[in-house]
């Protein structure tokens, strides 16, 4: 599987982006996808996740409400579309893949439990 990042950029903080993943290889259907963040000396983060099959969807505490994970099958991308960014939000956003079958947050949360990951791309919010 190969996932190719996009959509970070500079906003002022309450404006909106967009993140695109798109994903290549066999199988995605088995798999979710994952969207992780970095910020500058911290520890990277579990943002969101969602199933290729059913859609089900995780969020971190930090993000419910203002980001929202999407896929399209048919495109084999996920989204993350991200509202009312705060200047907190500021990081090197990553998506993932891996198995589908971790349901427990203590496991989807973990960057452990997937095998692929993309670039990322950097989303910087200023006050």
């Known amino acids: 599987v190969q996932l190719q990042a996009s959509g970070g950029g500079a906003v002022q903080a309450g404006g909106s982006l967009r993140l695109s993943c798109i994903a290549s290889?066999?199988?995605?259907?088995?798999?979710?996808m994952g969207w992780f963040r970095r910020a500058p000396g911290n520890e990277r983060e579990f943002i969101a996740r969602?199933?290729?099959?059913?859609?089900?969807?995780y969020y971190a505490d930090s993000v419910k409400g203002r980001f929202t994970v999407s896929r399209d099958n048919a495109k084999n991308t996920v989204y993350l579309q991200m509202n009312s960014l705060k200047p907190e939000d500021t990081a090197v956003y990553y998506c993932?893949?891996?198995?589908?079958?971790?349901?427990?947050?203590?496991?989807?949360?973990?960057?452990?439990?997937?095998?692929?990951w993309g670039q990322g791309t950097l989303v910087t919010v200023s006050s």
């Open positions: 993932a893949c891996g198995p589908a079958g971790h349901s427990l947050s203590s496991s989807y949360r973990s960057g452990a439990n997937y095998d692929y």
């Open positions: 290889g066999r199988n995605l259907s088995r798999r979710a």
């Open positions: 969602i199933r290729w099959d059913n859609g089900i969807s």
